[in-house]
């Protein structure tokens, strides 16, 4: 039995691009996954710290084992992926959305459905950041989240593309 998980990839640090080409491989890597969609990437504003270089992000559909992965356990795999690429989390706050090497946050886990101070899922704030809507639109523009397909949810946010660049 298998099922779809989402991931969002982002990096502004040093050569983003070959971290994002990095963090892929190792998501090919993952045993019982298979990494069957990924989005374009997008240069994306930064959002709640604005002074920073801007992201790359991009989604990443995986075809997972259902029987052999939780939720939490994946997770735990994406953020061993991420320290694995450079990723330092900071105890500090008001760091929490700064400059990031890597950054590989898990949407969704099929319908799983979570609320732990270590998991939850849906992602919390992924109706609200177009740079994981746009993607996500792009491999799935009528995956319901909450009871909304991708591209109503992305219609409700102030935001505006101009090529390959996401304003929000």
């Known amino acids: 039995m298998s099922t779809h998980a989402y991931v969002c990839l982002g990096s502004n640090a040093g050569d983003a691009a070959a971290r994002m080409d990095a963090a892929l491989k190792g998501l090919r890597g993952?045993?019982?996954?298979?990494?069957?969609?990924?989005?374009?990437?997008?240069?994306?504003?930064?959002?709640?710290?604005?002074d920073q270089p801007w992201?790359?992000?991009?989604?990443?559909?995986?075809?997972?084992?259902?029987a052999a992965w939780m939720p939490e356990r994946f997770l735990e795999e994406l953020l061993a992926l991420e320290r694995s690429l450079?990723?330092?989390r900071s105890?500090?706050?008001?760091?929490?959305?700064?400059?990031?090497?890597?950054?590989?946050?898990?949407?969704?886990?099929g319908g799983e459905r979570r609320s732990s101070s270590f998991c939850t899922l849906p992602h919390?704030?992924?109706?609200?950041?177009?740079?994981?809507?746009?993607?996500?639109?792009?491999?799935?523009?009528d995956l319901l989240i909450e009871g909304r397909t991708v591209a109503r949810?992305?219609?409700?946010?102030?935001?505006?593309?101009e090529g390959r660049r996401i304003f929000q």
């Open 30 to 50: 993952l045993p019982r996954a298979t990494v069957d969609l990924v989005s374009p990437r997008y240069e994306t504003e930064p959002q709640d710290y604005a």
């Open 55 to 66: 992201f790359l992000n991009q989604i990443v559909r995986l075809d997972v084992d259902a």
């Open 86 to 88: 450079g990723r330092v």
């Open 91 to 109: 105890s500090d706050p008001a760091l929490r959305y700064g400059p990031r090497a890597i950054d590989i946050d898990l949407l969704l886990f």
């Open 124 to 141: 919390p704030r992924m109706t609200q950041r177009a740079f994981v809507l746009l993607p996500l639109r792009d491999l799935a523009p």
């Open 153 to 161: 949810h992305l219609e409700a946010l102030r935001w505006r593309c």
